[in-house]
């Protein structure tokens, strides 16, 4: 049997190492998570009881349905709370390494500038800065690649979104220089 | 018979120039979308919703639907050339498919995949035409409580019938039902949930929080992983084709059970996943080698993509015909539905005929189109993967950051989608499933306008849910599958209980 060549090879240098050390269990972050979330069922039964959660001449009261769900939402908190309880002698698998959290903040602290910086430059400017940036410092592509890459898909956007489709996004200073 | 006479409409709205450049349009995103990592047939159709907001319903809903079929197809290609499933409902196919590409079938393995897809997919399609306007025209006599115990129905069998724990279930389903609350009431046009918030006061959009909870954590997670790839390159030749085509016919029982499971599946909410793995297992038990699966047997390929793609198009039956997605795509479906300004329900197939055969008919089209289109350009779209994430995962967050903010023109849409993205994170990291969740937020509303308005019609008496023998049997049935795991394990208990002997 003729055996297939392989040929396409992609290589990741920045590969988070199989040893990192982990950040936190998912036991720990699903026990957190389950007591965010009975806060937030707390706080949403406790505005639809002031937005009336019993019956009128009409029916039920607006807040009649949302009510009852936020306590079903605190007894499956509960109840997962409890099964967690119970399993606190077993080990718990990890929820994130140190170097995969670092991967994950390499993308969601960018991605945070950018809907920051499109406030005040436009998102087309920003996407512009995200994805040049984000090619050249975190994917150690070349700057006149990343560079060009970034120009032109922000310059499709553009295209299709503004020019071909209508479709209106923020906008800054450069925008308004050339006239849109 | 009248569903021939209609789907030829079908076929009549579809053949213009402008949609069938739309069809082609979107049958090539769409392949994009399951070939590249960190991007899925949801997301990949939420992300590409705002294109189709100018467009008249008909256009959008084939170019969206084309989008699906495409990442359907392209799901195949990685994990048959790389190891890599491109969609979770392609994880099966990597089990014979890659060693298949490893002994230089890689071309075999491809045209068996894609062509069971197209079966798989015509079977869904046959049955959505003949079964769809008869479920339509029964439900246009249901009156709320009926939809009610419909709804019902369909969020206690998620509960019920997933694998996943129900507790976590139960969470992701009552979030999203309570978050479809936010902002005016319907019924009583009265505030709630918002906290004075102007931006609250327009309630949480559906398509917002799909692209953050589907676009946004899918490049977190995707970056966790090490991205290196090495994969086969492959060129399919006619001969090949033929080839395969040839000995189709003797793999038909399993090309019909695999389809059955998927049609099945993707009308219930179990989904693409569930249904590729069920038929790739059951190929496996009922062969008569089974050894020689997962080392590249032709059968492990065909299985899986057949229920995939039947199931994943089958999943479009209850959104077209009640208003109820069966899959998180069509659930994304059915939001743009409401975009573009068309009420989902039964009522579609008597208001907005040409929408609705337009529909049908596209996938008949959309199908053989993109068997043909994957088919022909494979070694483009492996080499696709060649471009280093690094450059992809930047332009996914710029479309979906334009996605978020097109649908209402407010940046709080944008922080909104970063919010659902870290929450999408850790709910797929905790194994909170996010499907229920998807469901219940597109449903939300109206699943208590119709039990608000039961109540009201029956002056709060409960016992209007089994007020006829209809809605009676939908609501037993919810309550059923609601407690179907306690009820099974009681069946278990009691048939172990004689082999168990006091000592």
């Known amino acids: 049997m003729p055996k297939s060549e392989v040929e ?59 009510f009852y769900l936020s306590v079903i939402l605190a007894t499956a908190c509960l109840w997962g709370l409890a099964s967690e309880f119970l399993a606190r002698g077993k080990t718990s698998g990890t929820f994130v390494t140190r170097a995969q959290f670092r991967r994950v903040l390499q993308v969601f602290v960018p991605t945070l500038l950018f809907c920051l910086l499109m406030q005040w430059l436009g998102l087309y400017v920003a996407s512009f800065l995200l994805i040049a940036g984000f090619m050249a410092y975190i994917g150690r592509i070349a700057v006149w690649k990343s560079l060009l890459t970034a120009f032109l898909f922000s310059l499709i956007m553009f295209v299709t979104f503004q020019v071909a489709f209508d479709v209106i996004m923020p906008k800054g200073p450069l925008e308004a220089l050339l006239g849109f | 018979m009248e569903a021939f006479g209609l789907l030829l409409y079908g076929f009549s709205v579809l053949l213009t120039w402008k949609i069938l450049a739309l069809m082609m349009v979107g049958l090539v995103l769409g392949i994009f979308v399951g ?115 419909v709804y019902l129905l369909t969020f206690c069998s998620f509960v019920g019938l997933g694998r996943e724990d129900k507790h976590k279930t139960i969470i992701s389903m009552t979030l999203g039902l309570l978050l479809a609350g936010v902002g005016m009431d319907t019924v009583s046009g009265q505030l709630r949930m918002t906290f004075g918030s102007n931006d609250l006061l ?160 596209s996938m008949y089209l959309g199908n053989v189109v993109g068997l043909l289109l994957v088919l022909t350009t494979v070694p483009f779209f492996a080499a696709v993967l060649r471009v280093p994430f690094s450059a992809i995962a930047p332009m996914i967050v710029v479309s979906c950051a334009i996605g978020a903010y097109a649908i209402q023109n407010a940046m709080f849409d944008i922080w909104l989608m970063l919010v659902f993205g870290v929450v999408g994170y850790a709910f797929k990291k905790i194994g909170i499933p996010l499907a229920p969740f998807t469901l219940a937020l597109v449903l939300g509303n109206r699943a208590e306008d119709s039990f608000r308005l039961s109540m009201i019609g029956a002056g709060g008496d409960m016992r209007v849910f089994w007020s006829n023998g209809l809605v009676g049997t939908i609501t037993t049935l919810a309550l059923v599958l609601l407690f179907w795991p306690l009820i099974s394990s009681g069946f278990g208990y009691l048939r172990r209980k004689p082999v168990q002997q006091p000592e």
């Open chain 1, 8 to 66: 396409i090879i992609v290589e990741d240098p920045a590969a988070p190492e199989s040893d990192s050390p982990a950040v936190t269990t998912t036991r720990v972050v699903d026990v957190a998570v389950s007591f965010l979330l009975l806060a937030f069922a707390a706080l949403m039964a406790y505005d639809n009881w002031r937005t009336g959660m019993g019956w009128d001449a009409t029916g039920p009261q607006a807040g009649y349905f949302p």
């Open chain 2, 35 to 149: 070939v590249l990592p960190g991007l899925g047939g949801p997301n990949g159709v939420a992300i590409l919703l705002p294109l189709t907001f100018t467009m008249d319903p008909t256009s959008a809903i084939v170019m969206l639907s084309c989008i699906y079929w495409g990442a359907l197809f392209g799901g195949a290609i990685t994990s048959i050339l790389f190891n890599i499933p491109g969609e979770a409902w392609s994880v099966a196919t990597t089990f014979d498919g890659y060693p298949m590409a490893q002994q230089g079938k890689a071309a075999e393995a491809l045209t068996a995949a894609f062509t069971s897809s197209f079966i798989g997919s015509l079977v869904a399609v046959i049955l959505i035409t003949f079964l769809a306007p008869g479920i339509a025209s029964f439900a246009l006599k249901f009156g709320p409580p009926e939809f009610f115990s």
């Open chain 2, 202 to 361: 327009r309630g949480i959009n559906f398509l917002v929080a799909v692209i953050g909870l589907f676009g946004i954590s899918e490049i977190l997670l995707t970056m966790e992983e090490r991205l290196a790839l090495r994969g086969h390159a492959a060129k399919i030749s006619l001969r090949v084709v033929l080839k395969v085509w040839k000995e189709l016919p003797q793999y038909w029982v399993t090309l019909l059970r695999s389809s059955a499971i998927g049609c099945w599946l993707g009308i219930t909410p179990g989904g693409a996943i569930a249904a590729s793995f069920m038929s790739y297992n059951l190929a496996k038990r009922f062969s008569k080698d089974k050894d020689s699966f997962g080392k590249g047997r032709i059968e492990g390929v065909f299985a899986p993509e057949t229920a995939a793609h039947a199931s994943g198009t089958s999943a479009l039956l209850p959104m077209l015909a009640l208003g109820i997605p069966g899959s998180g795509t069509a659930a994304i479906l059915l939001g743009g539905l409401m975009v573009w300004g068309l009420n989902p329900g039964p009522l579609l197939f008597v208001e907005h005929k040409n929408f609705v055969w337009g529909l049908i008919a």
